[in-house]
């Protein structure tokens, strides 16, 4: 039986990887004097603001004090802040607002399984509030994936058993945290960099509830 969806949100819902990307190369290259590429800004796919900065500053011999880093990350996020404003609607990706429509009107529960703390307002920003049945964020649970607490405590809210449950996932350490938590897991991405996923498509326009229940709720 399907009961219910977990979204994560960055990569699969919308593409914030690109404003964190422009928010944290100004800091590397500005204030901590590293080189900050798209592989980098890859790695830091599902991980937390916080273990994003240890990864950055892994590439410096410079000492900061946890003072110094938490102004980094006060820096970084409004920079962020500054360029999600500017997200709309039309920002959704491909096939997502359509799923979660298809999922309210078949009575299937969806909720948000994500990392970011600034959930909450990219998802006003985009206009799926009232789509979402819980959300559940980096203000909500603070072990990070591939830790499965954020999907864990999604499928608690709902009500709902994982092996009842899909989570769409781009990030490795998202889909490890998925599988860890005894959920199906639809990868967002191509298969190769996605091998733990259960099925993987390029984005959810290729995702149909119909679809899922027969090939694998059957
Ligand atoms: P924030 P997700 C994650 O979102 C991003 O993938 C990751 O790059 C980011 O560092 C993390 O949110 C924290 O974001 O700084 O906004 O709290 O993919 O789990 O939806
Ligand atoms: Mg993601």
Request: glycine share 6%; aromatic share 6%; with cysteine.
């Amino acid at each position: 039986m399907l009961s219910a969806c977990l979204f994560d949100l960055d990569g699969v819902l919308v593409d914030t990887a690109k404003h964190h990307y422009t928010a944290w190369k100004k800091l590397a290259e500005e204030k901590i004097g590293v080189n900050f590429t798209h592989e980098d800004n890859e790695a830091l796919k599902g991980l937390s603001r916080a273990e994003s900065l240890s990864y950055i500053l892994s590439k410096t011999n410079r000492e900061f004090s946890q003072e110094d880093q938490l102004s980094m990350m006060e820096e970084k996020n409004l920079n962020y802040l500054s360029l999600v404003s500017q997200l709309t609607p039309s920002d959704l990706l491909p096939g997502a607002l359509e799923l979660l429509q298809s999922l309210k009107a078949s009575g299937i529960k969806a909720a948000l399984g994500s990392a970011s703390k600034n959930a909450p307002m990219i998802i006003e920003k985009l206009g799926i509030v009232d789509l979402l049945d819980v959300v559940v964020d980096g203000n909500v649970v603070t072990l990070s994936k591939p830790h499965p607490a954020v999907f864990l405590k999604g499928a608690e809210l709902l009500g709902v058993a994982p092996e009842h449950t899909v989570v769409f996932e781009d990030a490795v350490s998202g889909v490890a945290a998925a599988k860890a938590g005894g959920f199906f897991c639809v990868g967002i991405g191509e298969p190769e960099a996605l091998p733990q996923a259960d099925y993987v498509v390029s984005d959810l326009s290729f995702v149909t509830i119909e679809d899922l229940k027969s090939k694998f709720f059957n």
